[in-house]
């Protein structure tokens, strides 16, 4: 175990040294610090002295040790002097070499009695290696060290570049454990899943990286999820695995009122999540958007599953957690120490910890360097953040950035969805954006664009992604967060929504048109509004364009169609949808392919359109049977046929006449049982606790059962997979036992004990300000 101590602010540093030598020399040190330090950050005190031992604590990180030996002489020989201490340590986290420690000695004599108390990196390896306990105690300090570190890149997403060691500290470096985080831990040890909600920029989705780094560094394997279904398939029986779901609502609540039953799929994986201990799943939500989904689906609101039992709000912050956090954003900065020491002059931190709009995320903003505007009056624009906090976006967007990188963004929000964008649709995609502005906006192309957009926008904007393995290596961009998506679709849906035409104009992908625009008014969902004069001016686009956009991951028919039904009036499109859909071809459809296709279908028999259509109904029911890859899309097809009296006579009428048609159907289900119904019978949420044999058969019994009636519901007799096949008991029970039997994995609070700390008086202390003096110098 090694550690090189860049995740801790000098504050960190201090403690941890105090209870490294309150243990190495059995006595209880104190903390000195109240203004500047005076020479000494930790002090002894006996009956005949106050200042027994002093101890001195530099980090100078950055700095190296030239830098230190010279402040040492400038400014703190003297400081000891008038100390007068009987003994005096010196630690830093520099690496030291004997000559180094020499001349520190040299530097402090004759207090320094020996180099033995001057201790560098190695002497506080050299202790922390043979006393874990206090390693335990410093949360950045243990999830930092090489061994875990380790653990915690080896347990990552394998072949992301962007799961990167680097991104990991700096996450580390930021946190400021609360009483959210021991609320999240005592949730998930207790049931395994955990739901954090909040505001936007509050920290959800930091307080649920800490998460996983903790369950990572005890070998669980984590798993990102866009969508329940990756969870689904990515499910390993007897393995440790980690789910996590961030903004797990952000496009799930537009699909609430459809047919695609994603509510259903979320309670029932929770479900099984719930009673096994080698998982866990992590759930983040903006709190608005999780209320209308609960408003949306009594699924989601009620149920087998109460989600509300499962989340911790992430509300208020206590001041001296904004305190810490302020200071840590600071310490850690690329900030000048000129811009670092406004905070500190005459207590201005208080404003920036007591204001109403304070957010971990606009003090990160204000505290990069790179998104200040120059020449502005950096206590002035810091306020104007908070005052403003819409600001944060809307500067960097409207001013600080290119126009060419102004195109990506809009591009780049037109094409997110279900899907990853990958590096070719926005390269395409953006290239065409660009051609339509030299051809209608007198717009000069430079070369070089993609690589020159990517380099400004990368860290500030956008992330990149490069997954590697053994079948394909991908490049993937998304959003830094979801406020980004927030802020361009206030953007765009104000009077900017004309640039959203422009997007429109110069779209290729079918996507662009299919994920972020409505035209019927929606609070569950952020989709760009287009009604009135925009209604129509969207349909005329649409149908010019309609010819040209491309699908990379669907049959276009089927979106066109789609698209259609779900944004215009039946008397506007209702000559598209009847002769495309009159005339579909049908294969290979993707598992999106056929939740459009039963929309579709829904959407045609629920409004008393049949009369309208010739539809192949022969050959869109075998296209739907064919090769479906989940027991999922055997359910929802059944629910189609249970919603919709026409189709479920249809097929009726056909097992009554014996058709082709139904033998092939029948046939295309029965393949599809025979193919998943161990899936089917594994997927019971509790069938992993089971170790009684009778119990197991009990459970196998019902699943049967419920199997059985969706065949009913799909007019189908039970099929023989259903009937007859041999779940392995025996092998299932084996595996329950041997799981059940192994140690429960449970993670710990990282919170220190703030309740009995007088707030004002320690927020003051962190930033080294007396409360009646004024302090405009750099502690650090």
């Avoid at 006449?657 to 029965?670: G, T, V």
Wanted: with cysteine.
């Amino acid at each position: 175990m090694a550690f090189d101590f860049t995740t801790l602010n000098d504050k960190d540093l201090e403690e941890l040294v105090r209870d490294i030598l309150s243990v190495e020399l059995d006595i209880h040190f104190q903390s000195f610090k109240m203004g500047t330090d005076k020479g000494a950050d930790l002090r002894y005190a006996t009956n005949n002295s106050e200042n027994e031992i002093i101890v001195q604590v530099k980090h100078y990180l950055d700095s190296g040790i030239s830098k230190l030996k010279s402040d040492l002489k400038k400014t703190e020989a003297k400081k000891v002097i008038e100390l007068n201490p009987n003994r005096y340590i010196f630690v830093t986290s520099l690496a030291l070499t004997p000559k180094h420690k020499e001349d520190i000695k040299l530097i402090f004599s004759p207090y320094i009695i020996s180099t033995n108390d001057v201790w560098g990196k190695s002497e506080l390896n050299a202790f922390l290696r043979t006393n874990p306990d206090v390693v335990n105690v410093h949360f950045k300090l243990w999830l930092s060290s090489t061994n875990v570190l380790q653990r915690i890149l080896n347990n990552g997403v394998k072949g992301r570049s962007n799961f990167y060691e680097d991104k990991i500290k700096d996450k580390i470096r930021l946190f400021v454990p609360n009483s959210t985080h021991v609320s999240a831990v005592n949730l998930l040890n207790k049931y395994n899943f955990v739901l954090i909600t909040g505001a936007p920029g509050i920290g959800k989705s930091t307080l649920a990286n800490m998460l996983t780094y903790q369950l990572l560094a005890e070998d669980f394997e984590l798993l990102y999820v866009r969508e329940i279904t990756e969870a689904e398939s990515s499910f390993i029986p007897n393995k440790k695995q980690v789910f996590l779901f961030d903004d797990f609502l952000g496009s799930i609540t537009l699909d609430l009122n459809s047919s695609r039953n994603a509510d259903s799929a979320i309670v029932q994986f929770i479900e099984r999540i719930r009673g096994d201990k080698l998982k866990r799943l992590i759930l983040t939500s903006r709190t608005t958007i999780l209320n209308q989904a609960k408003v949306e689906s009594d699924k989601i609101s009620g149920g087998k599953v109460e989600i509300s039992k499962y989340e911790i709000k992430f509300e208020d912050y206590k001041d001296l957690d904004k305190a810490k956090i302020l200071y840590n954003h600071i310490y850690f900065s690329n900030l000048s120490d000129e811009l670092k020491a406004v905070f500190f002059k005459d207590q201005f931190y208080w404003k920036v910890i007591k204001h109403s709009h304070y957010n971990p995320r606009i003090i990160e903003f204000f505290t990069d360097i790179e998104r200040l505007q120059p020449g502005v009056d950096y206590a002035k624009e810091v306020m104007d953040f908070l005052d403003k906090p819409s600001m944060i976006w809307e500067k960097s967007f409207t001013k600080q950035i290119s126009h060419n990188a102004r195109l990506f963004l809009g591009t780049l929000y037109s094409l997110k969805g279900r899907y990853v964008t990958t590096e070719n649709r926005i390269k395409d995609s953006l290239d065409a954006r660009i051609n339509y502005e030299v051809a209608n906006h007198n717009y000069e192309k430079k070369n070089y664009v993609f690589a020159n957009i990517i380099a400004e926008l990368i860290g500030g904007f956008i992330t990149k992604t490069i997954t590697i393995n053994d079948a394909y290596t991908r490049i993937e961009y998304n959003f830094l967060n979801p406020s980004i998506e927030d802020f361009l679709y206030e953007y765009f849906s104000s009077e900017n929504i004309d640039e959203y035409f422009d997007i429109l104009k110069a779209s290729i992908d079918f996507d662009q048109f299919k994920r972020r625009i409505t035209t019927k008014k929606d609070t569950s969902s952020k989709k760009i509004f287009f009604g009135g004069k925009n209604y129509t001016k969207l349909l005329k686009i649409f149908k010019e364009k309609m010819p040209y956009i491309t699908d990379h991951f669907y049959n276009g028919d089927l979106n066109i169609c789609f698209f259609c039904i779900k944004l215009f009036k039946w008397s506007d499109v209702s000559n598209i949808v009847i002769e495309r859909m009159n005339n579909i071809q049908l294969s290979s459809l993707t598992w999106e392919n056929r939740e459009d296709l039963i929309e579709i279908m829904d959407y045609v028999s629920s409004n008393s359109l049949l009369d309208y259509f010739t539809l192949p109904l022969e050959e869109i029911f075998l296209n739907l049977a064919e090769g479906i890859s989940s027991h999922f899309e055997i359910d929802a097809l059944s629910k189609l046929l249970t919603r919709n009296e026409s189709y479920s006579d249809f097929i009726n009428s056909n097992r009554l006449q014996k058709s082709s048609f139904f033998s092939q159907f029948k046939e295309l289900i029965d393949e599809c049982w025979e193919r998943e119904f161990d899936n089917f019978l594994s997927h019971s949420h509790n069938i992993h606790l089971i170790t009684d044999k009778n119990d197991m058969i009990k459970l196998i019994d019902k699943r049967r059962e419920l199997a059985t009636n969706i065949n009913l519901e799909l007019q189908l007799p039970i099929s023989s997979a259903i009937r007859t096949h041999k779940f392995d008991i025996d092998t299932a029970i084996s595996n329950n036992l041997i799981a059940l039997s192994e140690k429960e994995t449970n993670i710990r609070s990282l919170e220190t004990d703030n309740n009995t700390i007088d707030e004002p008086v320690a927020i003051n202390r962190l930033f080294n300000s007396p409360d009646s003096d004024k302090f405009d110098v750099l502690p650090f």
